[in-house]
């Protein structure tokens, strides 16, 4: 090797067929330049995990008193003592349109105005990863994942969409709902000969040039609100052809070996969330993805837990405590056990240079809502070292601050040249190592 050679050469050269999923699961993204002998830096990564109905504001949340590295973790947050150097808690974000209390998810990641767009109840814009996805996954098979949960959005308390992510028509981008389709999405092997997909590719292509042509045919003679809705479909369009492009270049790539064995189907809360955690971490360790969400169940988890109190009326614990309150910190407390195993994870997971997943990808972790139905102070953690954050600490941000601040700080921690993201005002710089 005179030259240094981009993985999708390799995975089309015989010799290197065999070898290259071990390579990839050891992270490589290219091989040392003779030039210099060294090997490229692992790529950055972004997680995003949320869940509804927020927490136990009196046992989740440390004490805002106890500002900065010296506080004491809380009850609810007791299970990611072994990581307290290595993540920060934020508190006082805000998504100043959300006004819904059954929303936890919808508007998370967008900050956006819900009935900001005249003559439609309902508006949504884009989500961060997706502004991630843009700068971060140039070179993987998949620009983003979006992993949802079977449970009903009501019940776990998110809200309509389905998804965590939405693109930049501000549409739900749907996603894996459970283990078993996320590993089959991510490491099934495509047994269709080449030449048939190369043909329905080629199929693809022609019904949206002649979908295009037609369009274009109709824009003549439309009044203002017809070439919107024309526009938008435009637009639709486009983000298929950017997928068909995708899926054009990695065509005859096999996929990479799955380093985990595949999920048996029917789990649901405990362990389907564990397991979704593990495929998580599998999809950055093979280097298939960079951004993934998670819109994590809350119902099943409770279930899974031999609750039999319903989620909706667990969040309402601050309405005669008792048995609700118990189940809600038996609640928070399952999070935390499974948040704490994700980082531990992401920090055995090794690189090809010597460092951890950990070291290289940031986890964003809470809800728009508070607790109940209450959305002021937003549950945030954020954990890993990828986008330059200052960890261990218990951070109190100024009053009204937006959420998306915290987003815009993550983007540009990757890199991304964003300069506002939804409701954003700046960049929270406290948040900065």
């Known amino acids: 090797m005179n030259t240094p050679l981009p993985r999708r050469h390799f995975l089309q050269t015989s010799t290197a067929l065999i070898a290259l999923p071990f390579l990839e699961s050891l992270g490589f993204r290219k091989f040392a330049s003779a030039a210099t002998g060294a090997n490229a830096r692992p790529p950055k990564r972004l997680l995003f995990i949320g869940f509804g109905w ?20 809380p009850a609810g947050l007791q299970p990611l003592e072994r990581h307290k150097a290595d993540f920060t808690v934020v508190q006082g974000l805000v998504n100043k349109y959300n006004t819904n209390g059954h929303y936890g998810s919808t508007f998370w990641l967008t900050g956006a105005n819900e009935f900001g767009e005249p003559g439609q109840s309902f508006h949504n814009s884009v989500s961060v990863d997706q502004v991630a996805a843009e700068h971060l996954s140039n070179d993987t098979r998949f620009d983003s994942i979006s992993l949802d949960c079977g449970a009903a959005a009501g019940s776990s308390g998110h809200g309509p969409g389905l998804s965590l992510s939405w693109n930049g028509r501000g549409k739900p981008i749907g996603g894996p709902r459970n283990p078993l389709e996320a590993f089959h999405r991510l490491f099934a092997k495509d047994t269709t000969p080449i030449e048939q997909q190369k043909v329905m590719l080629s199929q693809r292509r022609s019904v949206l040039d002649n979908a295009m042509e037609e369009a274009r045919d109709l824009q003549r003679g439309l009044g203002k609100t017809d070439k919107a809705k024309l526009d938008e479909y435009f637009q639709g369009i486009r983000a298929i052809e950017t997928r068909l492009s995708r899926d054009e270049k990695w065509l005859g790539v096999p996929r990479i070996e799955a380093p985990l064995l595949e999920p048996k189907p029917g789990l649901a809360g405990y362990e389907e969330i564990k397991l979704m955690y593990d495929i998580m971490v599998a999809a950055l360790q093979t280097d298939c ?65 010597g460092t951890s997943l950990f070291d290289h990808t940031t986890v964003a972790y809470g809800s728009n809502i508070r607790t109940g139905h ?55 710089k406290e948040l900065l190592a």
């Open 374 to 428: 209450t959305l002021d102070n937003c549950p945030t953690i954020l954990a890993g070292r990828g986008a330059g954050l200052k960890l261990g600490q218990n951070h109190v941000v100024t009053k009204d601050t937006p959420l998306c601040n915290a987003w815009l700080t993550l983007l540009q921690g990757v890199g991304s040249n964003a300069e506002r993201h939804g409701d954003s005002t700046g960049v929270i």
């Open 54 to 73: 927020g927490v136990t504001e009196e046992s989740w949340f440390p004490n805002v008193t106890q500002k900065g590295a010296d506080y004491v973790l």
């Open 289 to 353: 993805t960079r951004v993934l969400t998670y819109r994590q169940p809350v119902s099943t988890l409770l279930t899974s837990l031999d609750i039999k109190l319903d989620s909706h009326t667990m969040s309402h614990y601050h309405t005669g405590r008792g048995e609700k309150e118990e189940v809600s910190k038996r609640r928070d407390l399952s999070q935390s056990e499974l948040l704490a195993r994700l980082f531990d994870k992401l920090k055995s997971t090794k690189e090809a240079d």
